[in-house]
C-alpha cells in the first residue's frame, strides 16, 4: 500500500475563537476519515505546541509551520493580534515565493455591542487592496465556518493534482462532491455540517417558503391523525355494539328483537368508514406535499450550495466588488438582488473589455488574465443564479447562453486543461438536460482539448500495451469518461460503430487506470462501459457477445468482497436490468426477462430506502420495462405497472422536465397502445363469440367505448409533452422540424383512426389534417414519409 499523501494545514487564530478552532479541529478529523488514511490533514494550531521558554511559545517555530504549510487559514473576530498578523504576513511571502500555502481568511460576526478593533479595520484594507483577497461575509455559526474550511481544502486539492499528477489522482476520483442530504452537508458519508445554520440558506425567501409549507402541513397531518386514530376508535366501538345485536346462529344477520338497532349501527359504521377514506386521502395527500416540499427543498439548498462554493472558489483569487455584494446579498436571503447584479450584459462588457486588454497589452497580460478568469467565473456563477429562479420559463436557455459565452471567454485565456474541463463540465449538464446533439458536439471538443495536452500525446495511438508502459495522466479519468458518455449518445443517434469505438477506447482507459490504482474503484467504472457495451451488442445482433459481457459483470460481481459487492450494487442491478431488456425483444425469452427486470427492481428498491431519490428513476424505468413487457403479451398487470411509473415519471418532470419529460411521454404513449390493443381485443370478442345477449353487448360497448377514450386521453398527454420538448429544442435550432416531429405526426395520425372508431368524425378529419401538415413537411426532407400520405389522403377520401 503506497504512502498517505499530508497535507498540512495551517490554523492562526486568537485566544477568543477558541470554541471555532475545536471546530475546525474536528472537521479536520472528519476529512480524514472521508480520505481513509490516503490523504492526511495535518492540522497545526498554537495548542498542539510546548509552553516553553517560561510559557512563552516561540513564535519562530510557528511562522517555520506557516512556510511548510500548503492551506492558511486566518480567523480573525474582534482584534488582530500581532502573532497572527505575523504568520499572515509570512504565508503572503511564502506563497509568493512557491505558490503555496492557499491563503483564506474569514471572520465570525460582531455580537450587539462589539466593534472591531482599528487594528483589524486596517488589516482588512490592507488585506483587500495589497493581497487583492476577498473576504467573505462574516459567518454566525461553526457550520459555516467549517463548510468554508471544508471547501477551501477541496480547493487546495485540486490544486495539488495538478501539481502532483499522478500520485493524488485516485484518491480523489469522485471523492470531493458535497451534497445534502436533508439537512446535513455530506462530503461522501461523512457529515460536515448542517444547512438550519447556514445564513445563505436560512434567510433565502425560497427555502422560508418551502419550510413554511412543511410547518402548515406538518400541523394539518397532526390535527388529520388524531381525526384518524378518533374514527378508528368510534368504528371500532360500534363494531364491537353490532356484534351484541346480531344473531349466533345466522352471524352477519341480526336478532330479531334487535334489527332496527342493528341497521342502525350498521349504516353509523358505513358513514364513518367513509369518514376515514376521506381522512386518510387526505392524510396521504399532505404527506406527498410534506415529501415534495423535502425534495425541492434539498434541491434549492443544493443550488445555493453551488454558488456559495463558487464564491469560496473565488475568495482567494479575487476582491471583485461585484463578487462581495452577491456574497453579502446571498448571506440575507436577497436572491431577487443578486439576479440584478450578476446581469449578464453588464458582465458581457467587462468580459468584452478585458478580453480587448489582454490582445493588445502584452505588458499587463498576466493581470488581464486574471482579470478574465474572474470573469469567467462570474458568468459561471450568473448562470447557476439562473436556475434558483424557478418562475422563469427560460431559465436553461438562459442559462446555456451565459455559459457558453463563458467558455468562449475562457479559451481566449485559460490553460488548455482548465478550457477542456469547462467545456466538458457543459457538455454534462446539457446531457443531462436532454440536449444530445450539442452536448455531443461538446464532449468531442472536449476530448479532442484534452488529447492535444503534451502529456497525452501518447494516447492517440490507442494501443493498450504501449499506453500501460507510462504513467496515466491527471486528467485521464476524466477522458475515459467522456468517451463512455460519447459511446452513449452515438448509441442513442443510431451511430453504432463510433459508439463502439468510443467504449472501447473508454474500456481501454479505465482499465490502464485499474492496473496502475488497483486499490481504487475503477472496477465500477469497467462495469458501467462494458454494460453499455452489451446493450450495443445486443441491440446490434451481436446477441452472443451481449450476453457474454453481461455474464462477465455478474461472474465478477459475484467474486468481489463483501464491501465492493454493497458499493456496486447499482451495477448489478443494471446488469440485470440490461439481461432483461435483451430478452424483451426476444419473444421466447419474455418470462426470462420478467424475472430479471424484477431482480433489478428489488435492488433499487433496496438502494432507494439507503439513498431517498437517488434511485427513484431507476425504479420508473423498471416499472415501465415490466408494464410494457406484460402489455406485449396480454398479462394482467401491465396497466397497474405502467400507472406507477406513470406517477413516479409525473413527480420526477415537474422537478426537471428537461430531463425527465421524454421519459413521461413514452409512458403515456405505451399506456394509449395498451388501452387501444385492449379496445380492439374486446370488439374482437364481440365479432367472434355468438350469440351474446343484449346487456352483454352494451356492457362491451361501453367498456370498448372507455378503452378508446383512454387511449385518446394518454396519446392528447403524449403529444402535449412532444410539443414542449419539441417547442424547447427549436429555441436553439435554425431548423423548423425535430426528431419528435414524425412521433408527432404520427400521433396525429392514430388519434384521428381513434376518433373515426367512436364516431367523432370532425376531430378525426382535424387530428388527419394536423398529420397530414407534418408529413408533408417531413417528405421534404426525406421521401420515406410519402407513403404516409397517400394513406391519409386515403382515409380523408373514405369517410367523407
Given amino acids: 500500500m503506497s504512502a498517505p499523501f499530508i497535507v498540512r494545514v495551517f490554523l492562526a487564530s486568537s485566544e477568543e475563537l477558541k470554541q471555532d478552532r475545536e471546530a475546525v479541529t474536528l472537521l479536520i478529523q472528519r476529512l480524514n476519515d472521508v480520505y481513509d488514511g490516503k490523504i492526511i490533514f495535518k492540522l497545526e494550531i498554537w495548542e498542539h505546541f510546548d509552553n516553553g521558554y517560561n510559557g512563552i ?68 484594507a490592507i488585506i483587500g487592496k495589497r493581497y487583492n483577497y476577498y473576504i467573505p461575509p462574516a459567518y454566525n455559526h461553526s457550520s459555516q465556518l467549517c463548510l468554508d474550511v471544508n471547501m477551501s481544502a477541496q480547493r487546495l486539492l485540486k490544486a495539488l493534482q495538478n501539481k502532483e499528477g499522478n500520485r493524488l489522482l485516485p484518491y480523489l476520483d469522485g471523492t470531493s462532491d458535497m451534497e445534502i442530504r436533508e439537512s446535513s452537508i455530506m462530503l461522501g458519508n461523512t457529515c460536515i455540517g448542517d444547512v438550519e445554520h447556514l445564513s445563505f440558506s436560512a434567510n433565502n425567501s425560497e427555502v422560508i417558503k418551502l419550510k413554511k409549507i412543511q410547518s402548515e402541513c406538518r400541523e394539518s397531518l397532526s390535527k388529520v391523525n388524531n381525526e384518524i386514530l378518533e374514527l378508528q376508535n368510534k368504528i371500532e366501538e360500534k363494531v364491537t355494539r353490532l356484534s351484541k345485536y346480531e344473531s349466533i346462529e345466522h352471524p352477519g344477520s341480526p336478532k330479531d328483537d334487535f334489527k332496527e338497532e342493528w341497521e342502525d349501527a350498521k349504516d353509523y359504521i358505513e358513514m364513518l368508514t367513509l369518514r376515514l377514506t376521506e381522512k386518510q386521502q387526505k392524510q396521504k395527500h399532505l404527506l406527498n406535499q410534506i415529501n415534495q416540499a423535502q425534495e425541492d427543498l434539498e434541491q434549492q439548498n443544493k443550488l445555493l450550495l453551488n454558488i456559495v462554493y463558487q464564491l469560496n472558489k473565488l475568495s482567494a483569487e479575487t476582491s471583485s466588488l461585484r463578487l462581495q455584494k452577491v456574497a453579502f446579498l446571498l448571506e440575507h436571503g436577497d436572491d431577487k438582488e ?63 447562453i451565459i455559459r457558453e459565452r463563458a467558455i468562449q471567454v475562457a479559451k481566449g485565456c485559460l490553460s488548455g486543461e482548465e478550457s477542456a474541463y469547462l467545456i466538458y463540465k457543459y457538455a454534462r449538464f446539457l446531457d443531462k438536460n ?235 404513449l405505451t399506456l394509449g397502445k395498451l388501452y387501444w390493443y385492449q379496445a380492439e381485443k374486446i370488439a374482437e370478442k364481440m365479432e367472434t363469440v355468438s350469440p351474446l345477449s343484449e346487456d352483454s353487448i352494451n356492457a362491451a360497448k361501453e367498456k370498448y367505448n372507455e378503452r378508446i377514450s383512454s387511449a385518446i386521453k394518454m396519446y392528447e398527454y403524449t403529444l402535449r409533452s412532444y410539443f414542449d420538448i419539441e417547442t424547447e429544442i427549436l429555441r436553439d435550432s435554425d431548423k423548423c422540424y425535430t426528431a419528435y416531429t414524425a412521433k408527432i405526426a404520427y400521433l396525429y395520425f392514430y388519434l384521428g383512426k381513434l376518433y373515426m372508431d367512436i364516431k367523432q368524425t370532425q376531430k378525426a378529419f382535424e387530428a388527419y389534417n394536423q398529420s397530414l401538415e407534418k408529413f408533408n413537411m417531413l417528405a421534404n426532407q426525406n421521401m420515406a414519409y410519402k407513403h404516409m400520405i397517400q394513406i391519409i389522403k386515403g382515409n380523408l377520401q373514405n369517410k367523407s
Fill in 57 to 124: 511559545p516561540s513564535q519562530d517555530r510557528y511562522d517555520e509551520k506557516v512556510k511548510t504549510s500548503q492551506l492558511f487559514i486566518a480567523l480573525f473576530h474582534r482584534k488582530a493580534g500581532r502573532y497572527t498578523i505575523e504568520e499572515l504576513y509570512e504565508a503572503r511571502k511564502t506563497q509568493q515565493k512557491q505558490g503555496f500555502p492557499n491563503i483564506y481568511v474569514f471572520q465570525k460576526s460582531l455580537n450587539e455591542g462589539e466593534e472591531e478593533e482599528r487594528r483589524l479595520r486596517k488589516l482588512k
Fill in 338 to 400: 443578486v439576479a440584478r447584479i450578476l446581469n449578464v450584459d453588464d458582465i458581457n462588457k467587462e468580459g468584452d473589455h478585458h478580453l480587448d486588454k489582454y490582445k493588445q497589452a502584452k505588458l499587463v497580460l498576466e493581470d488581464a488574465r486574471n482579470l478574465l478568469k474572474n470573469n469567467v467565473e462570474e458568468l459561471l456563477l450568473c448562470a447557476k443564479s439562473r436556475l434558483i429562479d424557478r418562475s422563469n420559463p427560460n431559465r436553461f436557455r438562459e442559462a446555456c
Fill in 434 to 668: 436532454n440536449r444530445f446533439e450539442k452536448a455531443l458536439d461538446f464532449y468531442n471538443e472536449a476530448i479532442e482539448l484534452y488529447l492535444s495536452l503534451p502529456e497525452n500525446k501518447y494516447l492517440q495511438t490507442f494501443h493498450l500495451d504501449f499506453i500501460n508502459l507510462l504513467p496515466p495522466s491527471p486528467n485521464l479519468s476524466l477522458i475515459a469518461r467522456s468517451f463512455n458518455l460519447v459511446g452513449n449518445l452515438y448509441n442513442r443517434s443510431g451511430q453504432y460503430q463510433d459508439a463502439e469505438a468510443s467504449y472501447q477506447k473508454a474500456l481501454l482507459l479505465y482499465t490502464v487506470l485499474s492496473n496502475h490504482y488497483p486499490e481504487s474503484d475503477y472496477d465500477h467504472y469497467i462495469f458501467l462501459v462494458k454494460s453499455n457495451l452489451s446493450v450495443l451488442y445486443y441491440q446490434n445482433n451481436k446477441k452472443e457477445e451481449g450476453e457474454k459481457l453481461n455474464q462477465e459483470i455478474r461472474d465478477k460481481y459475484e467474486s468481489l468482497c463483501e464491501d465492493k459487492r454493497k458499493r456496486y450494487k447499482a451495477d448489478i442491478a443494471m446488469a440485470w436490468m440490461n439481461l432483461g431488456c435483451f430478452y424483451k425483444n426476444d419473444t421466447r425469452k419474455h418470462r426470462r426477462a420478467r424475472v430479471f427486470i424484477y431482480y433489478a427492481l428489488r435492488v433499487y428498491r433496496e438502494l432507494e430506502e439507503l439513498n431517498a431519490g437517488k434511485y427513484t428513476s431507476n425504479i420508473a424505468q423498471c416499472l415501465y420495462n415490466l408494464g410494457d413487457l406484460c402489455a406485449e403479451n396480454g398479462w394482467t398487470d401491465s396497466e397497474s405497472l405502467l400507472l406507477e411509473s406513470l406517477e413516479i415519471r409525473k413527480g420526477l418532470a415537474d422537478r426537471k422536465p428537461e430531463i425527465y419529460l421524454p421519459e413521461l411521454a413514452n409512458t403515456y
